[in-house]
């Protein structure tokens, strides 16, 4: 069967990891047609908005994308197209797992855990304004059904994955209104699901749990702003931003990308590890019952990344992105 998925290259090292991906996953004979779209700064330039009318058509009619990083201006300049993305497709849930990878130098062993983070309110509202000059409002949404969406999808999640536990992450003994109703509505649905062990912790204390003992954390639930902290924290357990990939799901569409940004210090000079955007690929064959091609791109991964001869430089080692791609693509077709 032939998909038909959208692709959005990205800024930065956007192309080249995307390349990348794109020639794994044919060589593991994984029939794609791409409906190649714009988004970001390049659409803005050619279109005059970050998310033109032709992508947002392309995902809503294919239903899945995979998407390389948008640059995203500090303080000024135009908004984030990829909270906007979010937005507008109400993909409300962004599922980050954080795995160690055989032969991906970490700190940390036995680290397996996934951030299920809600993906359209909180601090990412867009509202902020200057009240007078000198003082700024930015303002937090938290609603309940976004909340009790967030937390079911994570026990549903749970559930299906076999995963230990679902912890609430919050700040409510600060927070007590925005937070305090983000952890009522998780506890009431935790209520529903009784054969699931559940707990919550401070986002602050988790972060020492994160750094001291990670692998005693399984699913974590957060609202959207420590969600995106907090990934990039787990990404460093595991090896770096090089190597965690991420969904975004909502009831019509899914886009999957890496967990990093453009890396624009690398951009066009061939060293971007590609694996990040390679696991995000992985998690969509999943989504779209493609699980044996998925086992197999992944299998071929873990052999690359295991014996340790081809790495990129973020991993230690001297291998340009097309060297690790070759590597990968030569597994994949040992295996099919
Ligand atoms: P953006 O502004 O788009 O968020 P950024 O450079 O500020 O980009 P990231 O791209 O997320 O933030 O990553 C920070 C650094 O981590 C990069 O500058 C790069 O050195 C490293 N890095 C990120 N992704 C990769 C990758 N895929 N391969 C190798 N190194 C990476």
């Known amino acids: 069967m032939t998909h038909t998925f959208t692709l959005i290259e990205g800024d930065g090292i956007g192309p080249e990891v995307s390349a990348a991906v794109v020639r794994i996953l044919a060589a593991a004979g994984v029939e794609i047609e791409w409906d190649r779209q714009d988004a970001g700064a390049v659409a803005l330039e050619q279109t005059g908005e970050t998310i033109p009318p032709a992508l947002l058509e392309s995902i809503r009619r294919h239903k899945v994308a995979l998407k390389g990083p948008l640059a995203t201006p500090v303080g000024t300049g135009h908004t984030s197209a990829n909270v906007a993305l979010r937005k507008t497709l109400d993909l409300y849930a962004n599922l980050r797992p954080s795995r160690n990878m055989p032969g991906v130098p970490s700190r940390y062993h036995h680290v397996d855990l996934i951030i299920v983070r809600e993906n359209t309110e909180d601090l990412y509202s867009g509202l902020e304004h200057e009240v007078v000059p000198g003082v700024v409002e930015s303002l937090k ?4 059904r976004a909340s009790t969406r967030i937390a079911r999808f ?183």
Not at 141 to 144: A, H, K, L, M, N
Not at 231 to 247: E, K, Q, R, T, Y
């Open 154 to 336: 994570a026990f549903e999640y749970a559930r299906r994955e076999g995963r230990r536990r679902v912890t609430a992450v919050h700040k409510a003994n600060i927070m007590k209104l925005g937070d305090g109703l983000f952890l009522e509505c998780v506890r009431r649905v935790a209520a529903g699901y009784p054969d699931i062990p559940f707990d919550e912790r401070i986002v602050d204390a988790l972060c020492l749990d994160l750094v001291v003992k990670p692998e005693t954390l399984d699913v974590l639930v957060l609202p959207n702003l420590y969600g995106d902290i907090v990934s990039d924290l787990c990404a460093g357990l595991v090896g770096g931003l090089g190597v965690v990939g991420s969904a975004n799901l909502g009831e019509d569409a899914a886009v999957f990308e890496a967990v990093h940004g453009s890396a624009p210090d690398l951009a066009g000079r061939n060293l971007a590890n590609p694996t990040a955007l390679l696991l995000a690929a992985i998690m969509m064959l999943r989504h779209v019952g493609e699980g044996a091609r998925a086992d197999l791109i992944a299998r071929a991964l873990d052999r690359v990344m295991q014996s340790g001869q081809v790495r990129t430089r973020d991993l230690g080692g001297d291998a340009s992105t097309t060297e690790f791609t070759d590597a990968v693509c030569r597994e994949v077709g040992k295996a099919t």
């Open 141 to 144: 949404i938290v609603t309940e």
